[in-house]
């Protein structure tokens, strides 16, 4: 099993930015890729980004490329999402998400990839 706890949401107004981290414990050796997601009230779940941890390729929903960055710190087993000029749709519980599955191009986004998710955190977007 792996645990993940989430950490760094918050009220912040547009344009700003946050940073949220992701630690992650128990079985991690058994990590092949993790990833953020987040749901708005009243849609569904969408994939955010993801980093893949054999290779260290990095994915990006078009919607965040060029504003959010993810990265690891493989010492710490932390997982971070790096929020700059925010919006306000980007207002939703975040979710942090391991796998132990294969990552590859064809299939980071897939929620079903996943078998460890974390609680989630709120990020509130103000205009």
């Known amino acids: 099993q792996v645990q993940l706890v989430e950490s760094g949401g918050g009220l912040v107004q547009a344009g700003g930015s946050l940073r949220l981290s992701c630690v992650a414990s128990?079985?991690?050796?058994?990590?092949?890729?993790m990833g953020w997601f987040r749901q708005a009230p009243g849609k569904e779940r969408e994939f955010v980004a993801a980093?893949?941890?054999?290779?260290?390729?990095?994915y990006y929903a078009d919607s965040v490329k060029g504003r959010f960055t993810i990265s690891r710190d493989n010492a710490q087993n932390t997982l971070y999402l790096q929020m700059n000029s925010l919006k306000p749709e980007d207002t939703a519980v975040y979710y942090c998400a391991a796998t132990s599955r294969p990552m590859y191009s064809g299939n980071y986004y897939y929620i079903a990839l996943y078998n460890y998710w974390g609680q989630g955190t709120q990020v509130s977007v103000s205009s």
């Open positions: 980093f893949n941890w054999i290779d260290s390729s990095t």
């Open positions: 128990g079985r991690t050796f058994s990590n092949n890729g």
